[in-house]
């Protein structure tokens, strides 16, 4: 998502900054996380399905095994400090943060401004965000010059601006002075983000300065530590040995790097010392392939390409690699759309796996030019030739979505039911499986719908199809079987494991349907749902510490607008595990910055949509679920005739409450409205003299877009499936789907949209609606809880 910045966004930015003064306040001294809340209630088509998987927890806390834990009353001090100076520079967020995004001169000025009117911490802030600015636009000399003032400001900051300050010497070529602030850097602040990779800058600041003995014993001290697991330090170790006239050494360190982490930059400042040195010889046809296997299997189809043709025109190799090469590279041709029919005719013709990929390709090609009869007959030569193929699977899954877009389900089914069948591990086997269970529900055929979606249940139990399976499974015992208490057991299973999920929702009305039932005892031959259960949460605290220097720290380095510190300052701290996602969305929001503190949020906590509400305290789900201009959400909703939940819904889909977002497609705001859409709804609601970037402007964009949605309400009777598919996907792809029907219902409909991202995406909207007013009944019950307590 591109986001750009206006008129109408700058003045917000600038005048909300005094505004927000108090709100710092109260985030710089907290003994327990608030609720953001404010006076406004706060703050084409894939083959893959995305937002029903199960997501395995991770956590991205930085590990560090340099731990430093200073006494209490250090710890105390040092907060209370960098306290002061967080709240001396309150009202810099603004200016600093339009100045790291655009560096115009208008923002240099700004900040610049600012610095000389303060002194002290404040000015050491401003003096912070300026060098980083100018280290960002290659100005080294200025960048120095204000690091050097922001340490002179606020001690606190010394390790910071150092080690910028060092980068930027470096990259200026005044090695002298980077290693003046790098020597000891480690031992002068044990706990700085930067004590990891302060030895590999160092390392390459005393190669410039001719004495990589010293380098090498930099590196050497770090042993131990978690520097030596980064990329730029293992190419600095690399570059020290050849340096130092250990070639061996260093040509094994570059093939090291190269192969263990060959999408990173680093890897290829390894393979183009490989090439100068003349030992890119030693690389073997192995070692080659696997390269280009990991450029292909990162989407980086140029680089595979080059790769596998440099390893086609090899000498002394097998036909089979010289083949395999040939066709790997037509391959990538086949990605980036330049392949044609006479480049793959040609490719050789072979009895092994090269031979099956090379069908496959040419089945790819049949299905572009929608040449059935071609792909057909390509498919059984497959089927016959190599049985056991991958590529067979991959051409088996592509023919099945072929048709399934064609609207050939039984042909469909075909295909994917032998996919699963012959191929019941392969990466599309899961979703394989459900679709000509699916497919064959949308047919009619019950008795075998019925039989896959057991199957489905039983072995894939953790696959994203399954939560659809136990849905559909559960419709088929009421319409078809007539075993209403089955069908209330596999609803209950989803409630009970996805309780957020869209079919979530479906399953808690198809049991008010149902009714009180008597719970039963599954049959020997159903599917066990025992193991359908919320996975375990990980301890979540809604308190910070008093005394922690780093959250305090980070608060500062937002004045500053030097956001990409933020979370790794806070997890810095070594007891931070259980509340820095919410220590760092906090101080987004803190400056109304809703969409950043929403997007902290979703990346600590992905699986937040299998977790039942009380296992996550209200303030994150406040975070993850925002109300920010509710009170305008609320007037323009109610204007329209819209639930303002569903409104706050559609927001935050599409722009993440990002006021100034702008998408590829030229989508602008948090309604993500097209200028064409802007104007014809400006013209209804009697707005002259309307521009563009007016939709930029949050109360605007709220008021157009509700009409426009209220819009597509009415063309599509008021039903809010077909309104939201058509407000992604545009009301004439909707037309068609209705024609596709019938349908039983309004989620047959919905889990019968072709597009995987329009379809993850009125889901998606449909389930947040549930889960905001979830949050808010939630809400109520501590309220009601917190009163009768205090009786």
Not at 20 to 33: K, N, T
Not at 152 to 168: K, R, V, Y
Not at 451 to 476: M, N
Not at 678 to 688: H, I, L, S, V, Y
Request: charged letters at 25%; one cysteine or more.
């Amino acid at each position: 998502m591109k986001v750009q910045s206006s008129p109408v966004a700058f003045l917000r930015h600038v005048l909300c900054g005094l505004a927000v003064v108090l709100s710092l306040l109260l985030v710089a001294f907290p003994l327990a996380a608030q609720s953001s809340e404010s006076t406004q209630k706060s703050s084409s088509v894939s083959s893959h399905r995305s937002a029903k998987k199960p997501i395995r927890r991770t956590t991205t806390r930085h590990t560090r095994r340099r731990v430093y834990r200073a006494s209490r009353a250090v710890r105390r001090a040092r907060t209370a400090r960098i306290r002061r100076a967080f709240v001396a520079s309150a009202d810099l967020r603004a200016m600093a943060e339009q100045l790291a995004t655009l560096r115009t001169p208008e923002a240099y000025a700004g900040v610049t401004a600012y610095a000389h009117r303060h002194t002290g911490d404040a000015a050491a802030a401003a003096y912070l965000a300026l060098g980083h600015a100018y280290l960002l636009d290659h100005r080294y000399a200025e960048a120095v010059e204000n690091f050097k003032r922001a340490r002179e400001g606020n001690a606190e900051l010394a390790d910071i601006a150092d080690f910028l300050a060092a980068e930027a010497d470096h990259d200026f070529a005044d090695d002298a002075a980077a290693e003046t602030l790098l020597h000891g850097f480690a031992e002068r602040y044990p706990d700085s983000i930067f004590a990891d990779q302060s030895p590999e800058l160092e390392a390459n600041v005393l190669l410039a300065l001719n004495d990589p003995t010293r380098a090498r014993e930099v590196l050497a001290a770090a042993e131990g530590t978690d520097a030596v697991d980064r990329p730029g330090y293992q190419l600095a170790q690399a570059q020290v040995e050849y340096t130092l006239g250990m070639q061996d050494q260093a040509v094994a360190l570059f093939k090291q790097l190269l192969l263990s982490r060959p999408l990173t930059p680093e890897a290829q400042v390894a393979r183009a010392k490989l090439i100068a040195i003349g030992a890119e010889a030693t690389l073997t046809v192995a070692e080659l392939r696997s390269l280009g296997d990991a450029y292909y299997r990162a989407g980086r189809y140029d680089e595979a390409a080059e790769q596998y043709r440099a390893l086609a025109h090899s000498s002394a190799l097998t036909a089979e690699d010289r083949d395999g090469f040939e066709v790997a590279f037509a391959d990538c041709q086949l990605h980036l759309s330049r392949l044609s029919q006479s480049q793959a005719e040609v490719l050789p013709d072979t009895p092994d796996e090269n031979g099956a990929r090379r069908l496959y390709l040419l089945m790819e090609l049949a299905r572009d030019r929608d040449d059935t009869a071609d792909q057909q007959n390509i498919v059984s030569q497959m089927e016959t030739r190599f049985p056991h193929s991958p590529w067979l699977a991959e051409a088996l899954f592509s023919s099945g979505n072929m048709y399934l877009l064609r609207r050939d389900y039984p042909t469909a089914v075909q295909y994917y039911s032998y996919l699963a069948e012959h191929f019941s591990t392969q990466k599309y086997a899961a979703s394989a499986h459900w679709r000509a269970g699916w497919l064959s529900y949308r047919l009619g055929q019950f008795a075998d719908a019925a039989h896959l979606f057991d199957a489905q249940i039983k072995d894939y139990p953790s696959a994203a199809e399954t939560v659809s399976a136990l849905y559909w499974r559960g419709r088929l015992y009421e319409s078809q079987d007539h075993y209403p208490s089955l069908a209330a057991a596999d609803y209950r299973a989803i409630i009970r494991a996805y309780p957020h999920y869209f079919y979530a929702q479906m399953a808690r009305e198809r049991l008010t349907a149902l009714g009180k039932l008597a719970p039963s005892t599954i049959p020997a031959d159903e599917p066990a749902l025992d193991h359908f259960q919320p996975l375990p949460e990980p301890k979540l605290v809604d308190t910070f510490p008093a005394d922690s220097p780093h959250l305090a720290k980070a608060r500062l380095l937002a004045n500053a607008g030097l956001n990409e510190y933020i979370a790794p300052e806070i997890q810095a701290d070594p007891d931070s595990a259980s509340w820095s996602a919410l220590a760092e969305a906090q101080i987004y929001s803190s400056y109304n910055e809703t969409f950043r503190a929403l997007r902290a949020m979703k990346r600590a906590l992905p699986y937040a949509s299998t977790a039942p509400m009380q296992a996550i305290p209200l303030v994150y789900w406040r975070i993850l679920f925002p109300e920010p201009w509710w009170e305008t959400i609320k007037t323009e909703s109610e204007k329209n005739n819209l639930d303002p939940y569903l409104v706050a819904s559609l927001i935050r889909q599409e722009s993440e409450f990002n006021p100034n977002a702008v998408s590829y497609a030229n989508a602008y705001g948090l309604m993500q409205l097209l200028p064409s859409v802007g104007r014809a709804m400006a013209r209804q609601e009697g707005m002259t003299r309307f521009r563009t970037f007016q939709l930029l402007d949050p109360e605007t964009n709220i008021r157009l877009g509700t009409r426009y949605l209220r819009e597509m309400l009415d063309r599509f009777g008021g039903v809010d499936e077909y309104a939201l598919a058509a407000y992604n996907a545009g009301d004439n792809r909707v037309a068609d789907w209705q024609a596709a029907g019938p349908y039983s219902g309004m989620d047959e409909f919905v889990e019968s949209i072709p597009f995987t991202q329009t379809r993850d995406y009125v889901e998606a909207i449909l389930r947040n609606e549930e889960t905001y007013r979830a949050i808010d009944a939630f809400s109520r019950m501590q309220d009601r809880e917190a009163t009768s307590a205090s009786r």
